[in-house]
């Protein structure tokens, strides 16, 4: 079996995306297992696929699945990337926007000038049965047992879980261990996202996200929305804040409740190729 593709990254979030706009996708978890591999395979951290939208008030949908195999709900940075695909493929122009279908439902995507992407979220989920996370009730800070050691966490949905700490320094050697606890923990039946976020100022935020199906990345788009998400919510920050993770910077904004959250940021063409399975 051949897959045409092309390979992109949102600053070091890399991808492999595939075209399925004219025919279902046919690759299993196996297969996507072994394309993502970076010694024997292309290596990425996630694959998209583009295809023909469920939705009609949708341009189109795209899949998304980690580099384990396993799907997933939503990728901000990979959103990022699939508009830049479409814009390359003449499908989307420079400043429209176009609403697109993820798995966890449409949102919006405009190119701007320079060959950024600004991207609709959607509103951030804090009810604990929609992140899912175990709760008696919702609250802005729960506390939570963590390879033993206790944390203060905030849970959030941004199309996909995220649990949200904040850390007196992004570097803590301590996160090598608490990041994998952490999207394992029983208390996400789903696994989560786990962001460990670095106050800098009230418009300036540092960041590392150990992802679920992905390990750590270089950049993760919906665990930036969600570290700005949960900050926002203690009124820590302000309506507009940048957010560096160890890949590059991106632009988060959102009002706060009742309003839905924007994040503008870069994407890359790497190269195309051919896997030969």
């Known amino acids: 079996m051949t897959q045409r593709f092309s390979k992109m990254h949102g600053i070091g979030n890399d991808f492999v995306v595939v075209d399925g706009r004219a025919a279902p996708l046919a690759l299993d978890a196996a297969t996507i297992r072994a394309m ?14 583009i295809e023909p939208p469920r939705d009609p008030s949708c341009a189109f949908y795209y899949g998304i699945w980690n580099a384990d195999g396993s799907p ?14 479409l814009h390359r493929a003449g ?22 000038e ?33 390879d033993g050691h ?22 803590a050697p301590a996160l090598a261990t608490l990041g994998p606890a952490l999207t394992a923990h029983a208390r ?11 106050l800098l100022a009230r418009d300036h935020l540092r960041l590392r996200v150990h992802e679920r199906g992905a390990g750590w990345t270089l950049a993760c788009g919906t665990g930036a929305c969600a570290a700005m998400a ?7 920050v302000d309506e507009r804040v940048r957010v560096d993770l160890p890949g590059g910077t991106l632009e988060i904004r959102w009002p706060g409740a009742g309003q839905t959250l924007w994040m503008r ?8 190729g051919e896997w030969l399975g």
């Open 188 to 198: 996400f039946p789903q696994g989560a996202n786990a962001g460990f976020v670095e």
């Open 265 to 272: 940021g870069p994407a890359a063409f790497v190269f195309e």
């Open 150 to 171: 206790p944390l203060q966490i905030g849970a959030v949905s941004m199309g996909n879980p995220h649990a949200v700490v904040e850390v007196p320094s992004a570097d």
């Open 91 to 112: 499908a989307l122009a420079v400043g429209a926007l176009v609403r697109l279908e993820s798995p966890s439902g449409p949102v919006a995507v405009r190119l701007e």
């Open 114 to 146: 320079g060959g950024e992407v600004t991207v609709d979220m959607g509103e951030p989920v804090f009810d604990p049965a929609r992140v899912p996370f175990i709760a008696e009730a919702q609250a802005e800070v729960y506390a939570i047992e963590v």
């Open 36 to 49: 993502a591999d970076r010694r024997t395979g292309i290596g990425f951290d996630q694959l998209l696929s």
């Open 230 to 236: 949960v900050l926002r919510r203690r009124d820590a």
């Open 72 to 85: 997933s709900g939503q990728c901000g940075n990979g959103a990022r990337c699939v508009a830049a695909w």
